[in-house]
């Protein structure tokens, strides 16, 4: 004999809906609250549970929030770096002029690599010369990629609006 399938309405997806908003926010004993709710049976709810996929739906909603929070915290990471970057030039600037003005090279020097250091860093230059064999094979996505040209470009440009002031 065929198995019927059923035809979702509207009070499964609201039962859905409640029983994904209990499940994201780490509630125990998800489908008695679900029944308790609408006034069923717990048998009813995970029969629902399986006719209309809802364990493939929160997989996928799950899914869906984990690659915005990785997207949201990538262009975050970006926006520090910049902040960073232009506080560095700012800095490092200052540091040039003061150092001319003075005349006092040798005082600033530590101050001035040490803060040279971490710009290299942040743009993803090399600080010392160090001899590597192992040659590193992880791949970068193309929104990886994306957001680092983006921060290069950013970057490029405070360094061309610095040096033309």
């Known amino acids: 004999m065929k198995e019927k ?15 994904s908003k209990l499940k994201m926010e780490g509630e125990k004993d998800v489908p008695e ?7 069923i049976t717990v048998r009813t709810v995970n029969q629902w549970s399986s006719d209309f996929s809802w364990k493939e739906k929160m997989e996928e909603i799950e899914r869906k929030t984990s690659e915005e929070a990785h997207k949201k915290m990538i262009k975050e990471i970006a926006k520090r770096k ?3 970057l232009v506080f560095l030039m700012e800095y490092m600037q200052k540091m040039e002029v003061q150092m001319m003005l003075e005349n006092k ?10 803060i040279l250091k971490n710009f290299l ?10 001899e590597n064999t192992n040659i ?27 040096g033309g002031e």
Do not use: C, P, W
């Not at 399938?5 to 029983?19: N, P, W």
């Not at 609250?33 to 006034?39: C, P, R, T």
């Not at 590193?136 to 610095?162: G, P, V, W």
């Open 82 to 84: 910049e902040k960073s």
């Open 121 to 130: 860093l942040l743009t993803g230059e090399a600080t010392e010369r160090t």
């Open 136 to 162: 590193n094979t992880n791949k970068i996505s193309e929104e990886d990629r994306e957001a680092i040209n983006n921060l290069s470009n950013a970057i490029r440009m405070q360094i061309e609006k610095a």
């Open 105 to 114: 090279d040798n005082y600033y020097a530590k101050d001035y690599t040490e």
């Open 5 to 19: 399938k059923r035809v979702e309405k509207q009070k499964h997806r609201d039962a859905f809906e409640l029983y």
């Open 33 to 39: 609250k679900v029944a308790k709710e609408f006034g």
